[in-house]
C-alpha cells in the first residue's frame, strides 16, 4: 500500500515560472513531511522539510505548504531555473524507527 | 556535515558472482542505516533496516539470504548482493541516521550494480 501520493509524474515549467508539486497521505502518525531532489546517477539530497505542527516553511526559492486537515503537503518553487531540472520526491516519516515512505517522484524540466 | 560515503559507485560483475557495497558515515555516528534500491525511473524502494551491533530488519519480499547486510560499526555498514544475476541490476542507495527516530537521514550517492 503507497503511503503518500505524488503528483505530476512529470512537470515542464518555463524558466521563471513557479513548479508546484503535491502529495498526500492517509497516515495521521507521520511526524515529518521533507523534500529531495534526485539529479540522475545521485542519491536524493534533502531540499526541504516540515513537522506537522507549522503549515508553512520557507527556504529561499523553495517553500513547503502543509494543510493537516486535508492530509496533503506541497512543494512550490519560485523563480525555477534550468539548475532545478531534477527528479524530486515527497517523503513522509513515521514515527517508530524513522522511516521514510517515498512518493513515486516528479520529473521537474525547466526551460531556458 | 553529516556526509555518507558510498562505494563502488559503479560495478560492473559476472553473473553468479557476490557484490559488496559500502556505506560510510564520515563525519557522525550512524546508529541506524537503511538500504534501498531504486530501479530506472522509479521511486526508492526501502530493502531493510540495519541498527548497529543487531541483525537487519527486511522489508517483505527482500530475500535476506540473496542481500546480505552487515552493521558491525556504527559508521560502517556492507550490502553485498549474493550470486548476483541480471534481475538484480538496480541502483543501490543508503542512508544513515543518527540517534533518535526524530533525526534526518543522510543519503549516499548510491552505487549503480550491473549485472551481465
Known amino acids: 500500500q503507497q503511503q503518500v501520493k505524488q503528483s505530476p509524474q512529470s512537470l515542464i515549467v518555463q524558466k521563471g515560472g513557479i513548479s508546484i508539486i503535491n502529495c498526500a497521505y492517509e497516515?495521521?502518525?507521520?511526524?515529518?513531511f521533507p523534500w529531495y531532489q534526485q539529479f540522475p546517477g545521485k542519491g536524493p539530497a534533502l531540499l526541504i522539510a516540515i513537522r506537522p505542527d507549522v503549515s508553512e516553511k520557507k527556504e529561499g526559492r523553495f517553500t513547503i505548504s502543509f494543510n493537516k486537515s486535508a492530509k496533503q503537503f506541497s512543494l512550490h518553487i519560485m523563480d525555477s531555473q534550468p539548475g532545478d531540472s531534477a527528479t524530486y520526491f515527497c517523503a513522509v516519516r513515521g514515527s517508530t524507527l524513522g522511516r521514510l515512505y517515498f512518493g513515486r517522484g516528479t520529473q521537474l524540466t525547466v526551460w531556458p | 556535515g553529516a556526509v555518507v560515503s558510498q562505494h563502488p559507485s559503479w560495478v560492473i560483475c559476472k553473473s553468479g558472482t557476490s557484490v559488496k557495497i559500502e556505506c560510510r558515515s564520515l563525519d557522525f555516528q550512524a546508529t541506524t542505516m537503511f538500504w534501498y534500491r531504486q530501479f530506472p525511473k522509479q521511486s526508492l524502494m526501502l530493502m531493510a533496516t540495519?541498527?548497529?551491533?543487531?541483525?537487519?530488519?527486511?522489508e517483505q519480499g527482500v530475500e535476506k539470504d540473496k542481500f546480505l547486510i552487515n552493521h558491525a560499526s556504527l559508521t560502517l555498514s556492507t550490502l553485498t548482493v549474493t550470486s548476483a544475476h541480471p534481475e538484480d541490476s538496480s541502483f543501490y542507495i543508503c542512508?544513515?541516521?543518527?540517534?533518535?527516530?526524530?533525526?534526518?537521514?543522510?543519503f549516499g550517492d548510491g552505487t549503480r550494480l550491473s549485472i551481465l
Open positions: 540495519s541498527n548497529e551491533g543487531s541483525k537487519a530488519t527486511y
Open positions: 497516515n495521521t502518525a507521520f511526524d515529518y
Open positions: 542512508s544513515a541516521k543518527q540517534g533518535k527516530s526524530n533525526q534526518p537521514q543522510h
